[in-house]
Each structure stands twice: as structure tokens, then as C-alpha cells.
């Protein structure tokens, strides 16, 4: 499989993680019977959190880069 399936599967993860959130909110807006405020917050929440490790996984600043590691000068005068 190429590249493709990865970006597939994080978009996926991030319908799923929405999806899970949107739930929960919907619970519990019927347990304390407060019809919008849970179904909003758990979508704000969960959007935030989704998009988030979105970017962490494709920044190309993230420190878990799979470019090879670069020596520094104190690693070169050992």
C-alpha cells in the first residue's frame, strides 16, 4: 500500500475520534438534561483534540521526523 492509505486512515481516525466525541455529548446532554451545551462542548473538544494530533502526526516540525538524525557539534567531539 502506498501513501494514500495512511492519509486515508488518518482521516478515518479523525471522522472516528469526532464521531466518539459527538456521542458522548449527546449522553450527556440526555443525562443532565442540557440539550445543546454537551453536544457543543464535546464537538469543540473533540474537533480541537482531532485536529491536533492531525498536525503533530504531519507537521514537518515534529520532533519524531523520520529523516535520519543530525549530529551536533557535542555529539562530534566525542
Known sequence: MGEWSQHAG???QYAITL????FGGLKLDEWMDSEPVGLLIAA??????????L????????SSNKSP??????????
Do not use: Q
Open 19 to 22: 464521531l466518539i466525541f459527538l
Open 10 to 12: 488518518s482521516g478515518i
Open 55 to 62: 498536525v503533530k502526526k504531519y507537521s514537518p516540525f515534529a
Open 69 to 78: 538524525s543530525r549530529s551536533t557539534k557535542s555529539d562530534s567531539k566525542n
Open 44 to 53: 469543540l473538544l473533540g474537533f480541537v483534540g482531532a485536529t491536533v494530533s
